[in-house]
Every structure is written in C-alpha cells, then in structure tokens.
Nanobody
Framework: QVQLVESGGGLVQAGDSLRLSCAAS????????MGWFRQAPGKEREFVAR???????PLYADSVKGRFTISRDNANTVYLQMNNLKPEDTAVYYC????????????WGQGTQVTVSS
C-alpha cells in the first residue's frame, strides 16, 4: 500500500505560480513511477507529468512543458512546480504512484483544487 496526500492548491491569477506537494508513505521504496494528473470540470482526467522514483528524465504533457516541473526530495515528497499559470490549468490535481514500470497507476491521492482566474 502507498498513501498519497496532496496539498498546495489554491486560487491564483493568470501568470502566477503554485507549488503542489504530494507526501508519500507506505511502500514508497517499491514505487517505480510517480505522476501528476488533473481533471477539469466536465473533462476526463489527463496526464500532466511523471518521473521515476529513482530519478532520471521526467516526462511532461505538451500543454505544460516549459511551465511545470516535477521533482522529489529526500523526505518522500513529490512536487509539481507550476509557473505562468493559465485559466485552462484550472482543475483538480492528483498525484499517483505505480509500483510497476508500465500499466495503470495503482495508488491515488485525494486531489487538490487549482483555480486560475483571468
């Protein structure tokens, strides 16, 4: 089992920055990939960014490339630094963990709301 708790969401204006945090606990050392996803009202959940728990090159959705950065610290927290936010970034953001290199993510956090006003 892996437990994930997101925080850091809020209401900001276009062009502002936010940093989301995802505190991981449980079988974290078995985690292979950590990812961030988001779901806007009336839309399907979409991929935002992911990284291997052990490090290496991250992967980003084209819509956030160059603006968002995923990272991890040594205290088992994964971050999503979001710069130059746009109204279309408004969504509930979720972090997720996969214990395997492929396949569906097995563990999800409860989500944190990000609202960007124009």
């Amino acid at each position: 089992q892996v437990q994930l708790v997101e925080s850091g969401g809020g209401l900001v204006q276009a062009g502002d920055s936010l940093r989301l945090s995802c505190a991981a606990s449980g079988r974290i050392f078995s985690t292979y990939i950590m990812g961030w996803f988001r779901q806007a009202p009336g839309k399907e959940r979409e991929f935002v960014a992911r990284m291997r728990w052990s490090g290496g090159s991250p992967l980003y959705a084209d819509s956030v490339k160059g603006r968002f950065t995923i990272s991890r610290d040594n205290a088992n927290t994964v971050y999503l630094q979001m710069n130059n936010l746009k109204p279309e970034d408004t969504a509930v953001y979720y972090c997720a963990a996969n214990l395997r290199p492929t396949g569906s993510y097995e563990y999800w956090g409860q989500g944190t709301q990000v609202t960007v006003s124009s």
